[in-house]
């Protein structure tokens, strides 16, 4: 499986927006871009994902850069319940349907 | 609630006991995954079932964890002969695979604790 990088964590404002980056340089054509979150003392929950374009549901936002290389995942208005470890991970479509998590980024929201 | 539900969600036991975990998954799912999850870590994949067929199993998976889905509704996974190293949240998702991808539901997880 192709590998992330994403930063450790990163703190925002309640109410702003916020945008948590993800690295994926080794991405392969067959690669879906998927992110998860995880709530503290939860499961891991299923956020968006996509391949090539951006994509938009009712939690959140991604953008996926033109060479796929990177994405960004952007809440638009965070709320203090988005405070959770947030995962990017890759799944090629033609292999292994389990999901192999890095170590994500820690979102802090503040009040 | 109609989501994943496990059991127990705490176990604590003592070096060399035998556990089992239970999990539960969303109605009609035919997938099941198990996870664990060590502290500041993500999950790392230990085993997943298709009905009740056994898949895959992670090199993670030594010959103490055993896991079953019977009769492909409910699954266990059973540690036996328990290390301090087992110390950690073990993690079960289910899906329906009907497509290229399906998308995981995991459960609150079974947090164990080997003294």
């Known amino acids: 499986d192709a590998k992330t990088t994403q930063p450790n964590s990163m703190e925002s404002n309640e109410e702003e927006p916020v945008h948590l980056p993800c690295n994926h340089s080794t991405i392969s054509g067959t690669d879906y871009i998927h992110w998860y979150r995880q709530l503290p003392s939860q499961g891991p929950e299923y956020v968006i994902h996509g391949l090539t374009s951006n994509v938009n549901n009712r939690m959140a936002s991604l953008a996926i850069a033109e060479d796929r290389k990177s994405s960004t995942l952007i809440l638009h208005r965070a709320t203090l319940r988005d405070a959770a470890v947030y995962y990017c991970?890759?799944?090629?479509?033609?292999?292994?349907?389990?999901?192999?998590f890095g170590q994500g980024t820690r979102l802090t929201i503040n009040p | 609630d109609t989501g994943v539900s496990q059991d127990p969600r705490h176990k604590i036991t003592k070096r060399g006991q035998n556990v089992t975990f239970r999990c539960d998954p969303i109605s009609e799912h035919n997938r099941l995954y198990w996870y664990r999850q060590t502290l500041g870590q993500g999950p790392e994949f230990l085993t997943y079932?298709?009905?009740?067929?056994?898949?895959?199993k992670s090199r993670l998976l030594s010959d103490r964890f055993s896991a079953e889905r019977p009769k492909g509704s409910f699954s266990t996974l059973e540690i036996q002969r328990t290390e301090q190293g087992d110390s950690a949240m073990y993690l079960c998702a289910s899906s329906l695979l009907a497509g290229i991808l399906e998308t995981q539901y995991f459960g609150p997880g079974t947090r164990l604790l080997v003294l």
């Open positions: 079932f298709q009905n009740e067929a056994q898949l895959e």
């Open positions: 991970i890759l799944r090629d479509v033609r292999g292994a349907q389990k999901l192999v």
